[in-house]
């Protein structure tokens, strides 16, 4: 009991010292996230952007043969003004800013609002719906602050990040949490698919194309969605990596008007502890090939089904979406290294990093007025119409791009792939034309929508 009393006497001191008090000294001011956020601040801006779409009244008899000819020319469409309201990131000090594609992909008028309140308008210089990015450039603008792209191979879980953002629409407001897992490529609810960093730092509406920033002042990625079913943020944040944004740089300053993404020409899965157990592997990862396109760089390079991918330029890969990404971020038109697995046996394949080839032509057609199915629009099917329409792999023959009023009524949609007509087998575009000016009451298309066969009579 001496002893007990004797150390609560020597530990009074400290106690004292513990209490809550104003920081006394410049390290213990350094604590805060201030100075961070006064450097990097300045280069996230706000983004308002105008969208005109057209709409239309809708009545009971719109998609009715014999009715719709009495409401021609109701509903007929209007012009609407739609406002988007995001976030950006300044990335150059001539002004080129990233965002996501869903806050400015389709806008007519882009007016950016940087965090002195200067004002620019913007012009979209490369786009893309599917990774949900989008690059601006600012108008006129020069030696504004920008913030310097993380290598996203040295991001760890766990480690300290900042959201910063317009969330809302009530200013510039910075959020913290930390990073909260790595190469996520599924359950975001935003446009983007594939490889993404996951932060519980809070993202809200608004916060969309905002910075992402590690506490060396650098963007670790670009935000872009969160999982929710509320509406709020509930701790599980998606931001698109910086590898990622760099590549869209490159490309937008090279002058694509598009992302132009690696083409792999393969399906495949994710190789589970089934799965490996199988292949005799005493542990899941990398990815099983369940097809192959004839003219894929990886079926040049040596893959075959059945390989295993396990990693590309030496980072694992454990699903689909994570191997795109890593071939993504690559330089287009050169090559990568696959590490494959075969009979247990390792090896390391060269893969030339291409777009998807426009061979054979597409020779896409629309059907005249006048016609059977006027404004019906066709298209040769190969790898680059595969990639754009997201088409099985082993698709071939015509595609259907543009269904026209009547082609709609009567049931086609787009990416249907036509095979036969009546008595007409459908290998070619000029093959469906003609089988669709001879078609008359009662005619049979067969097609296939995704996997499934369906049969439409006219």
Same mark, same amino acid.
């Given at each position: 009991?001496?002893?007990?009393?004797?150390?609560?006497?020597?530990?009074?001191?400290?106690?004292?010292?513990?209490?809550?008090?104003?920081?006394?000294?410049?390290?213990?001011?350094?604590?805060?996230?201030?100075?961070?956020?006064?450097?990097?601040?300045?280069?996230?801006?706000?983004?308002?952007?105008?969208?005109?779409?057209?709409?239309?009244?809708?009545?009971?008899?719109?998609?009715?043969p014999f009715f719709e000819r009495f409401f021609e020319g109701f509903g007929a469409p209007e012009p609407r003004v739609q406002n988007s309201l995001g976030s950006g990131v300044i990335l150059s000090s001539d002004g080129i800013i990233v965002s996501n594609y869903h806050v400015v992909g389709m806008a007519t008028d882009i007016r950016v609002v940087l965090n002195d309140r200067r004002e620019f308008t913007a012009r979209v210089l490369l786009g893309d719906r599917e990774n949900d990015l989008a690059i601006l450039q600012l108008e006129g603008a020069d030696d504004l602050p920008f913030l310097r792209l993380r290598d996203s191979e040295t991001v760890e879980v766990g480690e300290l990040a900042l959201a910063i953002g317009n969330p809302f629409g009530v200013g510039q407001t910075v959020s913290s949490g930390i990073v909260s897992g790595l190469a996520?490529?599924?359950?975001?609810?935003?446009?983007?698919?594939?490889?993404?960093?996951?932060?519980?730092?809070?993202?809200?509406?608004?916060?969309?194309?905002?910075?992402?920033?590690?506490?060396?002042?650098?963007?670790?990625?670009?935000?872009?969605?969160?999982?929710?079913?509320?509406?709020?943020?509930?701790?599980?944040?998606?931001?698109?990596?910086?590898?990622?944004?760099?590549?869209?740089?490159?490309?937008?300053?090279?002058?694509?008007?598009?992302?132009?993404?690696?083409?792999?020409? %393969?399906?495949?899965?994710?190789?589970? &502890?089934?799965? $490996? *157990? +199988?292949?005799?592997?005493?542990? /899941?990862? @990398?990815?099983?090939?369940?097809?192959?396109?004839?003219?894929?760089?990886?079926?040049?390079?040596?893959?075959?089904?059945?390989?295993?991918?396990?990693?590309?330029?030496?980072?694992?890969?454990?699903?689909?979406?994570?191997?795109?990404?890593?071939?993504?971020?690559?330089?287009?038109?050169?090559?990568?290294?696959?590490?494959?697995?075969?009979?247990?046996?390792?090896?390391?394949?060269?893969?030339?990093?291409?777009?998807?080839?426009?061979?054979?032509?597409?020779?896409?057609?629309?059907?005249?007025?006048?016609?059977?199915?006027?404004?019906? %629009?066709?298209?040769?099917?190969?790898? &680059?119409?595969? $990639? *754009? +329409?997201?088409?099985?792999?082993? /698709?071939? @023959?015509?595609?259907?791009?543009?269904?026209?009023?009547?082609?709609?009524?009567?049931?086609?949609?787009?990416?249907?792939?036509?095979?036969?007509?009546?008595?007409?087998?459908?290998?070619?575009?000029?093959?469906?034309?003609?089988?669709?000016?001879?078609?008359?009451?009662?005619?049979?298309?067969?097609?296939?929508?995704?996997?499934?066969?369906?049969?439409?009579?006219?």
């Open positions: 009991m001496k002893h007990l009393l004797t150390l609560l006497i020597c530990l009074l001191p400290f106690a004292a010292m513990a209490e809550t008090r104003v920081p006394q000294s410049a390290g213990e001011i350094s604590l805060s996230f201030a100075p961070l956020v006064r450097e990097t601040a300045p280069a996230v801006v706000n983004i308002y952007a105008k969208v005109v779409t057209q709409s239309r009244r809708r009545t009971p008899f719109m998609d009715d996520r490529s599924g359950g975001a609810n935003g446009g983007g698919r594939g490889y993404f960093v996951q932060t519980d730092a809070p993202i809200n509406p608004g916060n969309s194309g905002g910075a992402l920033i590690g506490m060396d002042g650098t963007l670790i990625g670009i935000n872009t969605s969160i999982l929710t079913r509320s509406g709020g943020s509930n701790g599980i944040g998606f931001a698109i990596p910086a590898d990622l944004v760099a590549a869209f740089v490159r490309q937008a300053q090279a002058g694509n008007d598009r992302f132009v993404r690696p083409w792999a020409g %393969a399906t495949g899965q994710a190789v589970t &502890a089934d799965l $490996a *157990e +199988m292949l005799g592997r005493d542990r /899941s990862g @990398g990815i099983i090939i369940a097809g192959l396109h004839p003219v894929s760089p990886l079926a040049e390079a040596g893959f075959a089904v059945g390989d295993v991918v396990l990693s590309v330029d030496g980072s694992e890969v454990n699903s689909p979406a994570e191997m795109l990404f890593r071939m993504s971020v690559a330089r287009a038109g050169e090559t990568t290294t696959m590490t494959r697995l075969r009979d247990g046996e390792i090896a390391d394949l060269t893969v030339a990093l291409i777009p998807p080839p426009e061979v054979p032509a597409r020779n896409a057609v629309t059907l005249p007025e006048g016609g059977n199915l006027p404004g019906l %629009a066709l298209s040769g099917i190969n790898p &680059a119409v595969i $990639a *754009e +329409m997201n088409l099985p792999l082993a /698709s071939e @023959g015509v595609v259907v791009t543009q269904t026209g009023a009547i082609g709609r009524r009567a049931g086609l949609r787009v990416g249907d792939v036509l095979q036969r007509i009546d008595r007409f087998d459908i290998a070619a575009v000029d093959d469906a034309v003609r089988a669709f000016e001879r078609a008359s009451r009662g005619s049979v298309v067969r097609l296939l929508r995704g996997t499934r066969r369906v049969v439409l009579r006219f």
